[in-house]
């Protein structure tokens, strides 16, 4: 399945779960081939793309290069990627989305992020944004300095939507690498691998902080500051301007963590039980609804678009008042959670 479908389907799986993927997939009406073809030629793709942009030199070019260059687990660093990076930071030193782009390539790479110092740049260029504080080299916990930090900064913004309509504006019109004697619809393949780029677009890595935030510390009395420090995040989180999902869920786990009995947890339970509602509905789709979808991510941000994407379903935005969960712990913080029975230790001869 393509990323770029499922990317809501995993930031649902990954905060439902707590931080582990559910390993479900929804259909869409993409031919198989089509999407064998895209898998395969991903790789090819996101190297000829970034040095394409790369030779174009202006702000959105870079970024969308930087970010489609970005390697994963298994892949090795594309040549050049490095030199975009640079070029990004040195051509754009004051700019707060460029530098931003680079912090987050550096902060989500799996491999050891050779340029360390664009975290610090940003903030100096951007103080008040809480999420610059949290993109730390390789997803590093950050320290407490950097969390009260954090806390006591103006907004959250992951620049998210931003991100992804530079990415999608990027590729608009590119071909897929070519290939001979392939039968699949040219224009549909090209289309598949350009929704497949805008759904690696990443996003903030929010879980080493949760473990600053968590339950543990919500019930100790000697943590009061600490405490007050995690319910501003979750505030911030939970308003992100940059509209995207998982950071948004965060702060709803936070506000119902370290904020009980207030307006904004109540509201933070309510939008997750909207979230888990239409986590669970069945959902086929064809190339021009993912189209379609993606577009509205850019210009709407990723959750308005996702219940629009459901209303055109026919489904409604909000549960019945009677709706009761698949699985209803999914509703639940994870310590309100039944414990799962210990895995009995397997005895050797």
Known sequence: ???????????????????????????????????????????????????????????????????IGTPNVTEPEPEGHDEV??????KFPTDPLALYAAALVC????????????QAQLIEVEPDNALNYLLTPNGRQPNLEQLGKAAGAAHADSHFSALLGIVRSALAGQAAPAVEH?????????????????????WPRI?????????????RSDQAP???QCAKLGGLLFNDQGNNLVTKMFGVTLLRRFAKG????????ELRRQYVWLSELPDETSPAELERLQDEEVAFGE????????????VTRIPPADWVPLNPEFILLSEERTPKPATPAIKTP
């Open 107 to 118: 902060h989500i790479q799996a491999h050891v992020c050779k340029t360390p110092e664009f």
């Open 182 to 202: 392939r039968k699949v619809n040219e224009q549909q393949l090209a289309l598949q691998l350009r929704r497949n780029e805008v759904g690696y677009v990443p």
């Open 262 to 269: 207030s307006p904004a947890a109540a509201e933070a339970l």
């Open 85 to 90: 990076l640079q070029s990004l930071v040195t």
């Open 1 to 67: 399945m393509s990323a770029g479908h499922y990317r809501l389907a995993f930031a649902i799986a990954c905060v439902l779960a707590s931080g582990s993927a559910l390993g479900q997939r929804k259909p869409t009406t993409v031919s198989a081939s089509t999407e064998a073809f895209a898998e395969q030629l991903a790789g090819e793709y996101a190297s000829q793309q970034m040095a394409r942009l790369a030779k174009l030199d202006d702000r959105d070019s870079l970024i969308a290069a930087a970010l």
């Open 303 to 314: 959750w308005e678009a996702f219940q629009r994407h459901a209303e055109r379903k026919g």
């Open 207 to 219: 879980g080493p902080t949760m473990g600053l935030c968590n339950a543990d510390v919500a019930t």
């Open 226 to 228: 600490l405490q007050s």
